[in-house]
């Protein structure tokens, strides 16, 4: 018999019960709830009159409505009605049902997918859900992680437990040592851009590989947030040590003796060597430029020194058409190269690139430089308050500061634009986040996702630029 | 649940790959904290020419004349065809719960983001997959025949059109069985409490890290 994927483990250590007709009743030892998604959960429990089943088992923050400038006044002051209205609801179910809610003026608020690494709320081994389909991040750490819709939310809470199917197993194979300049956000983009927005649905991700191995447990957590954008609702990558020694000392972590046992166990959390994958894909990491989206899905990306592709030499009509209409949206001419591309804004922060490692990556570009004149604003927003204390620490806010960038209190912010934090109708915006959607960052917004270096050196040259030339300099 | 057994109902084409959540119900719509009342927002982007606020009364909105759902012939459409990975994007339930306020009460396409599909089974919502062929053979069917209607019958998982041809589709036997009886996950999971405790039990043993660990 085939060895077991980490994938296979994860789901046979949490199968509560096995139906007849294929679907499971599976464990879930960790819930994230924020704002957005949560009220009407809440509000179903209450109707049917009944209780969490587990207290300790969820832990909120609000994070998509906050605003990111100055906090003092507190949740009456977010000036949208609406917006207040719903983190006033996160705090008052919280209270109700007394679950750990970090409110928005604490100094451990952030963007979910942050703060629960950062807590050791998330551990490797563990099953995590949230209102949110980042939440594929916290497979970076062994951990069986995916986003689930408010019905579920309200299920989670009720019961512990979700009804689920198992899904394919994927291993998506980086070998090779990636260049200089070449960060995880390009990997993950690349390997979008090669599979496509839907060649992981149906299916777990692994990520594997001597590249990914390389990678700081930040840099796979950039990769395994952006597994959804792949299609893949759940992104993975095995226990090694780095992991192992990210999770040391952190508040929710286990203690003491219970410490030595959790280490044994997480040490099991790799996909056996004679495990059997159902699709297997495999990439070079030297194929791996800096990378850039030009369009209105995320595979619609190429490397900073390509061209925007011609809808006239696509032969499928579904994609030629797909190619024309983002061309137009995006107010980009076939064949025009991407680095005369230019920008009005820069946004750096989200969860896919708001941790410590992506405020030094950006900062180390900007520093002793300006942002370009040109630009209406270049933004950087941290994803946690502890993330923004420690670069505080460092000294990267003067770096910011002095550069021409501003530097924001902890939240989603310019990611989806629920706050204040938004584009104009036509402006482009080199964004570190994770969707170039339509509208995504704003009415009539267009969004280039990219990396916190290459949205710094875009922010230095107001247009897209490699990197890697800037670090020559 | 609403029950789902039998539905006939305009198809309403929309010819695009990739429609992702934030196209179905963009973001500033997100803040309200109601399942309801989300169907004039549905498509708002495509729908109107303006940039739409939440609360807004939008029956004096300029409309796009171009969108499919504005065209008088699809008015009154319950049927929603589409193409590839429809649904990508966000886990927002609130997608499916603006699909459902406007009337929608199925959508066919080849293929559907996970995460939307599921969302779909927990509001008497049924997203039908077909293949690509019979997807575009559907498509050309609407264009050339105003009014045109298709009945869905999950009883005998088929998609009847009007000329009688029948479309089989794959359903999961569990949601199936969900839809047609209106019955509430919440209620099945609870009936195995035992089970769950019994899990607890012995996880607690194996992995006692994992329990009693959030608190303030």
Redesign the interface.
């Known amino acids: 018999m085939a060895g077991k994927t980490l994938y296979d483990k994860l789901w046979d250590a949490h199968l509560?019960?096995q139906?007849e007709?294929?679907?499971a009743?599976i464990?879930i030892?960790?819930q994230i709830l924020h704002e957005?998604?949560s009220?009407?959960a809440f509000?179903g429990l209450r109707l049917?009159g009944?209780k969490p089943?587990r207290i300790?088992?969820?832990?909120a923050t609000p994070d998509?409505?906050v605003p990111t400038t100055a906090r003092a006044g507190g949740v009456d002051q977010i000036v949208?009605p609406?917006?207040r209205?719903?983190v006033k609801?996160l705090d008052s179910n919280c209270d109700d049902f007394g679950i750990?809610e970090f409110k928005m003026n604490d100094l451990r608020q952030g963007i979910v997918h942050v703060v629960g690494p950062e807590q050791g709320?998330t551990?490797p081994?563990?099953t995590v859900v949230c209102?949110?389909?980042h939440?594929s991040t916290h497979g970076a750490f062994g951990a069986l992680a995916?986003?689930?819709?408010?019905?579920?939310v309200?299920?989670v809470l009720?019961?512990?437990?979700l009804?689920a199917?198992k899904m394919k197993n994927m291993l998506v194979r980086v070998d090779g040592q990636l260049g200089a300049g070449v960060t995880a956000k390009d990997v993950v983009l690349h390997i979008i851009g090669v599979i496509g927005?839907?060649g992981g649905?149906?299916c777990a991700m692994e990520f594997g590989g001597s590249a990914i191995q390389s990678l700081s447990v930040e840099g796979r957590m950039t990769i395994c947030n952006m597994s959804?954008e792949a299609?893949?609702?759940v992104g993975m990558v095995a226990v090694d040590d780095k992991t192992i020694e990210y999770f040391r000392g952190r508040p929710?972590?286990?203690k003491g003796e219970?410490?030595d046992?959790?280490v044994e166990?997480w040490k099991d959390l790799v996909s056996d060597a004679d495990a059997e994958f159902d699709h297997v894909v495999e990439i070079r990491a030297e194929d791996i430029k800096p990378q850039v989206t030009w369009g209105t899905?995320p595979e619609m990306v190429l490397p900073v020194d390509a061209n925007v592709p011609n809808p006239e030499a696509e032969a499928d009509a579904?994609?030629a058409?797909?190619i024309r209409?983002a061309l137009k949206y995006m107010g980009l001419s076939a064949d025009q190269k991407i680095t005369d591309i230019q920008l009005d804004r820069v946004f750096i922060g989200s969860c896919t690139n708001s941790r410590i490692e992506d405020l030094r990556a950006a900062a180390e570009v900007v520093k002793g430089r300006k942002v370009a004149a040109t630009l209406k604003q270049a933004l950087v927003v941290p994803g946690s308050g502890l993330v923004k204390e420690q670069a505080e620490k460092e000294g990267l806010d003067k770096i910011f500061i002095e550069a021409g960038l501003e530097w924001r209190e902890p939240g989603c912010s310019m990611c989806?634009?629920?706050n204040p934090d938004k584009l104009g109708q036509g402006e482009h915006c080199a964004s570190t986040s994770n969707?170039n959607?339509?509208?995504?960052q704003g009415?009539?917004g267009r969004t280039h996702l990219v990396s916190p270096a290459m949205a710094a050196a875009a922010a230095v040259a107001g247009h897209f630029v490699d990197v890697r030339e800037l670090m020559n300099q | 649940m609403r029950k789902f057994t039998q539905h006939t109902g305009v198809v309403a084409p929309l010819d695009r790959a990739n429609v992702d959540t934030d196209m179905i119900i963009p973001k500033q719509f997100l803040k309200s904290i109601k399942r309801a009342g989300f169907g004039p927002n549905l498509f708002d982007e495509l729908r109107y020419m303006d940039e739409g606020q939440p609360d807004q009364d939008c029956s004096g909105r300029p409309l796009n004349p171009d969108f499919v759902l504005n065209q008088p012939r699809y008015a009154g459409s319950s049927v929603l065809l589409a193409r590839e990975n429809f649904g990508c994007g966000s886990s927002r339930e609130h997608a499916p719960w603006a699909l459902d306020d406007y009337g929608f009460r199925a959508v066919i396409a080849p293929s559907f983001a996970d995460i939307f599909y599921n969302n779909c089974f927990k509001n008497g919502l049924l997203p039908i997959v077909l293949n690509d062929s019979q997807v575009d053979q559907l498509f050309k069917e609407v264009e050339v025949n105003e009014g045109y209607q298709l009945t869905i019958d999950l009883e005998r998982q088929v998609v009847v059109s009007p000329s009688g041809e029948e479309f089989a589709f794959e359903v999961d036997g569990f949601r199936r069985h969900c839809l047609l009886e209106g019955l509430d996950d919440i209620g099945l999971t609870l009936q195995n409490a035992d089970s769950i405790k019994a899990y607890e039990e012995r996880r607690r043993q194996e992995a006692p890290w994992l329990f009693d660990a959030i608190h303030n």
């Open positions: 509560v019960r139906n007709d294929g679907s009743l464990y030892d960790r957005v998604t009220p009407q509000e049917a009944r089943w300790d088992a969820n832990l998509h409505n949208d609406v917006s209205i719903q609801t750990v709320m551990l081994g563990s209102g949110d389909s939440t995916h986003g689930i819709g408010t019905s579920e309200e299920h009720a019961t512990q437990c009804i199917k927005t839907a649905t149906g959804i299609g893949a609702r929710f972590s286990p219970q410490w046992r959790a166990a899905s579904v994609k058409d797909g209409r989806l634009a629920m969707r959607f339509e509208g995504r009415f009539g």
